[in-house]
C-alpha cells in the first residue's frame, strides 16, 4: 500500500481491529503472522454478547446453547490474508473477535438431520443422481421426496425451502439461528499439512503418491473455548420437537464437529441446554 511513512506508522500504532489489521491493512515491511492475543479484546467481544442478546430477547421462544470445546476449534479456513499466505480465521467485521456465523450453525445442524433423519433416502439419491448436475435444493427435494411426510414436514418447518420446489413455492424456516459468541480467544499456532499437493490442484489427474512433498500451511486456531449461541423462534417447540432438536445439536457438536479438520478432533465439544428460557448469552 504506497502511503507515506509517517502516516503508516500512525496507523500501525493506532489499528486495534483484528478484522482491520489482517484482512484489509497491508503491513508496511512484512506480512501479518498468526492472530495474536492483544487483538482479541474481552469488551469487544462483550459487545457482541450484548447485541446478540438484545436480538434474543426480542423474540418469544428460544433455545440457548453452549458447547465446551474438548481441544481445538478452527473457523473460517477457506480465507485468506490479503497480504500473507497463512490461512484466515473468521473474525467479526465490526468487532474483530473470532466468532462462530450463524449460517454455519444452521449449516451443520441441516446436513446432521438430513444423515441423521433421512439416511437410507440421501443415500439412495446420491447414487442415483451422482452424476447428474443439480442445485442443492433440487438435491434436498430429490431426498424429502423419499422420507415419511412427517419427516419431510419437520425438515421444510425448521431449515425452509427455496422457491421452485415444494409446490413451486419457497417456505422460509421457523428457526433462526443467531451467531456464536467465543468464550476464552486462546489462539495458538497451527498447520495445514496437505500431503499430495499434485493430486489436489490438478483435480485428481496425479495419482497421491508418496514422492509429493508436503506443503506446509500457516493457520491459527483456538484452543478450549466454549461456543454460546442461540436458535430463536415466535412459536414454541411441542417436547418431542424440542427433543429432537436437542438431539440433533448433540450429535452435531459431539460426533460431528463443526469448522475444519473435524476429522482429527478439532470443532467437537461438550453441548450443555440452559435450563431457564429467559436466559440471555
Not at 469488551?43 to 436480538?55: G, P, Y
Not at 447414487?127 to 434436498?140: A, G, I, L, N, S
Not at 425438515?155 to 413451486?168: A, L, N
Not at 499456532?189 to 490438478?202: A, E, N, Q, R
Request: charged share 20%; net charge neutral.
Amino acid at each position: 500500500m504506497c502511503i507515506p511513512i509517517e502516516t503508516a506508522d500512525l496507523i500501525e500504532k493506532r489499528i486495534d481491529n483484528a478484522y482491520l489489521a489482517f484482512y484489509q491493512y497491508g503491513k508496511r515491511d512484512q506480512t501479518f503472522g498468526p492472530f495474536q492475543q492483544p487483538f482479541l479484546h474481552a469488551k469487544a467481544n462483550q459487545c457482541l454478547k450484548n447485541n446478540l442478546s438484545i436480538v434474543r430477547k426480542g423474540y418469544p421462544f428460544a433455545l440457548d446453547v453452549s458447547v465446551k470445546m474438548y481441544d481445538k476449534l478452527v473457523i473460517g479456513t477457506g480465507g485468506h490474508q490479503a497480504y500473507s499466505s497463512n490461512v484466515g480465521m473468521t473474525l467479526h467485521p465490526l468487532y474483530g473477535v473470532p466468532y462462530v456465523p450463524s449460517p454455519s450453525i444452521k449449516g451443520l445442524l441441516r446436513h446432521v438431520f438430513l444423515h441423521e433423519m433421512c439416511g437410507e433416502a440421501l443415500a439412495k439419491v446420491m447414487q442415483e443422481k451422482k452424476d447428474e448436475p443439480q442445485t442443492d435444493e433440487q438435491f434436498v427435494e430429490a431426498v424429502l421426496k423419499n422420507v415419511s411426510a412427517e419427516t419431510r414436514q419437520c425438515y421444510v418447518d425448521w431449515f425452509g425451502i427455496g422457491s421452485g420446489t415444494i409446490k413451486e413455492t419457497g417456505q422460509q424456516g421457523s428457526l433462526i439461528f443467531l451467531d456464536g459468541v467465543i468464550e476464552g480467544s486462546n489462539v495458538h499456532k497451527d498447520v495445514i499439512t496437505p500431503h499430495y499437493v499434485d493430486y489436489y490442484t490438478k483435480f485428481g489427474k496425479n495419482a497421491p503418491t508418496d514422492d509429493q512433498s508436503p506443503n506446509i500451511i500457516q493457520m491459527s486456531s483456538l484452543k478450549k473455548v466454549s461456543v454460546q449461541f442461540s436458535i430463536v423462534m415466535s412459536d414454541a417447540l411441542t417436547k418431542e420437537q424440542t427433543k429432537t432438536l436437542q438431539n440433533l445439536i448433540r450429535l452435531a457438536f459431539e460426533e460431528y464437529g463443526i469448522g475444519a479438520k473435524t476429522s482429527i478432533g478439532y470443532g467437537l465439544g461438550k453441548v450443555k441446554f440452559k435450563e431457564k428460557s429467559g436466559a440471555t448469552l
